[in-house]
């Protein structure tokens, strides 16, 4: 073997094999194309796409890592979402979640989702 050689085993390879999962339809409502990235938590994702954000608490997207799904402006897609695995705990991104996903917390994930306009209808919705 040389140094930074790589051998592969037999069999193909299971990503995320037995994580729960669910599929949501997401809507592109922009003028813009919008990429989501594998581990950005899709509950904070733009504001613009929209879907059952709740069914998203403390998911992402179910692709290997470092990869992209993109929608085109008026696209529709239907994705497979798993949970963040380990502490869960998320901080950042849009500041909705910031601490645990834990199921508790959903509500207050909601309150803030609709007070920044990620919510149909939510206050602060852009036309962009």
Request: positive net charge; proline residues 8%.
């Amino acid at each position: 073997m040389r140094p930074g050689e790589v051998r592969f085993g037999q069999g193909a390879i299971t990503l995320h094999a037995g994580l729960p999962g669910v599929e949501l339809a997401v809507t592109n409502t922009s003028r813009h194309t919008i990429f989501v990235s594998s581990h950005f938590p899709f509950f904070e994702v733009n504001r613009r796409l929209v879907f059952d954000r709740a069914r998203a608490w403390g998911m992402h997207l179910d692709i290997p890592a470092g990869d992209t799904v993109r929608w085109l402006p008026g696209e529709t897609k239907t994705v497979r979402l798993i949970p963040f695995t380990g502490r869960r705990v998320i901080r950042g991104f849009n500041g909705l979640t910031d601490g645990p996903a834990s199921p508790e917390r959903l509500p207050g994930g909601l309150r803030r989702a609709a007070e920044a306009g990620f919510l149909p209808g939510g206050r602060g919705a852009g036309a962009g």
